[in-house]
C-alpha cells in the first residue's frame, strides 16, 4: 500500500498542490459501496457528504447498465438511438409539463455555461445576476461570477451579486430584510442597465446551498424572478445541489422553493459518478436557440450515458429514495434543532430533506473553527460531512439518497459525540 504521504508527494508532482484535499490528514480511499467507502488501511467511513453517488457507490443497477451498454454500442447523437430518446422521455416526465426538452452535457460547468449562452442569445442581452457566495463551475464564463471560492478571474463587469440574507442571522423584521434585499436587487438591474449589459439571467441554487442554506424572508424567490423577468432576463435554477429528490418533499429544488425557472441545470447526481449533466427547458426556448445554432456535444447524450441515468430514475423510484429522504430527513431534522437549542454556540439548524446543517457562532460572531473541529471530531468517528457558508461556519450533510435507517443514527450519535467534544 503506497502511504498517504508518498502519494501525496507523487500527486503534487503530477496533479500539483493546488487541488484541494479534505481533512488535516487526507484519507485514500480504495473501493466503495452503498454509504460506506473503505481506506486503504482497511477503515470503512460512513459517507455523509457526497451527492455524486446520488444512489449508492458502486450502485449494482447503474454499474450493470453501465457495463451492459458499454458492451453492446456508445455513440454520439448524430445517430438514432432509442435509449437516449427512452431516457429523455423519463427525465422530463419528472418536471413540469412547461418544461419538456433537454439538452445534454458531460459536467454541471458545461451545463450552466450552456444555460448562459442561450440566455443571452434570447435576451440579446449580457448581464448576469447571482449571489455574493455562490459557485456553479469552471468554465472562464463561470470563473467571472463566481464569489464564493478563490478565482485569478475578477468579477466580470458584466455581473452584479446579490446578497442573500438569512433570518437566522439577521435581528431585522422579516419584511424589511425582503425589502431590503429586493431593492438591493432593483439597485443591481438598473446598473446593469445603465451601463449597457442589460439582465440576461439570474443563476441561483435553489437551496442556496453554497451559501449556508440560509433561512429567506418569505417572497424572495418571487420577488427575484418577477424583477428579473421584467428586466427581460431568464431565470436559471442550478440543481446540481438541490436536485433529484434531494429535499425529500420535491423532485426538484426549484420546486420546493417555490421558482419558476426557464432553465435549469443539472450535474453530479444525474449519473452517480458517470460524467453527465443537462439543461432542461422549454420547447419555445429550445426552438429560438435552435434554430440558430448546430449545437453539438461529441460525449452527451450517448447510450452508455442514456442508460446510466436511467438506472437513476428507476433506482430512486423503486426504492422511494425521494420518499426516504423525506422520513430520514424529518428525523434527523429535529435532532438538529435539538442540538441548536442544546449548545449555545450552535446558532441554528439548517437544511431540507437529506442536506442539512448547523451554524455555529460564538456571541453571534460566525465560529469556523468550530465547525472545523466538528468535521475533523466526525472523521475519527469514521463519518464524513463538510462544512460550507461565506464564513465555513456551517456543517454540510449531505449523504447520498441511498441512505437508510440503519445508517442514520450512527451519523447523528456520532455527530452528538463530536458536539459534546467541541
Known sequence: MTSNADLIARRNATIGPYSPLFYTEPLQFVSAHGVWLTEANGERYLDGYNNVPHVGHANERVVGA???????????????????????????????????????GNSGSEANELALRISRQ???????????????????????????????????????????????????????????????????????????????????????????????????????????RGAGGLVIADEVQSGFGRTGTHMWGHEYAGMSPDLV??????????????????????DAFGSRNEFFNTFAGNPVSAAVGEAVLLEMEEKQLMTRARGLGETAGSRFR???????????????????????????????????????????RNVLISRIGRDESVLKVRPPLAFSSDELPILLDALDESLAEV
Not at 338 to 363: C, P
Open 265 to 286: 441545470t443539472m450535474g453530479k447526481p444525474m449519473g452517480n459518478g458517470h460524467p453527465m449533466s443537462g439543461v432542461v427547458t422549454s420547447e419555445a426556448v429550445l
Open 66 to 104: 453501465l457495463c451492459s451498454q458499454a458492451a453492446t454500442l456508445n455513440i454520439h447523437t448524430r445517430y438514432l438511438n432509442e435509449r437516449v430518446v427512452d431516457y429523455s422521455e423519463r427525465l422530463l416526465a419528472t418536471f413540469a409539463p412547461e418544461l419538456d426538452r433537454v439538452l445534454y
Open 338 to 380: 435539538e442540538f441548536a437549542e442544546q449548545y449555545d454556540f450552535v446558532r441554528s439548524a439548517k437544511g431540507a430533506g437529506l442536506f442539512l446543517g448547523l451554524d455555529f457562532a460564538i456571541d453571534g460572531a460566525p465560529a469556523p473553527e468550530l465547525a472545523k473541529q466538528v468535521v475533523e471530531s466526525m472523521k475519527r
Open 122 to 228: 434570447l435576451t440579446g442581452a449580457t448581464g448576469v445576476i447571482v449571489s455574493d457566495y455562490s459557485y456553479h463551475g469552471t468554465t472562464i464564463t463561470l470563473a467571472e461570477l463566481t464569489t464564493g471560492l478563490k478565482t485569478r478571474e475578477p468579477l466580470g463587469a458584466h455581473v452584479r451579486t446579490l446578497r442573500i440574507p438569512d433570518l437566522d442571522r439577521d435581528d431585522r423584521p422579516e419584511a424589511e430584510v425582503l425589502a431590503a434585499t429586493l431593492a438591493e436587487l432593483d439597485a443591481a438591474i438598473d446598473s446593469l442597465q445603465e451601463h449597457g449589459f442589460g439582465v440576461s439571467a439570474c443563476l441561483f441554487d435553489p437551496l442556496f446551498s453554497t451559501e449556508g442554506m440560509p433561512r429567506l424572508p418569505e417572497g424572495l424567490i418571487a420577488g427575484i424572478v418577477d424583477r428579473v
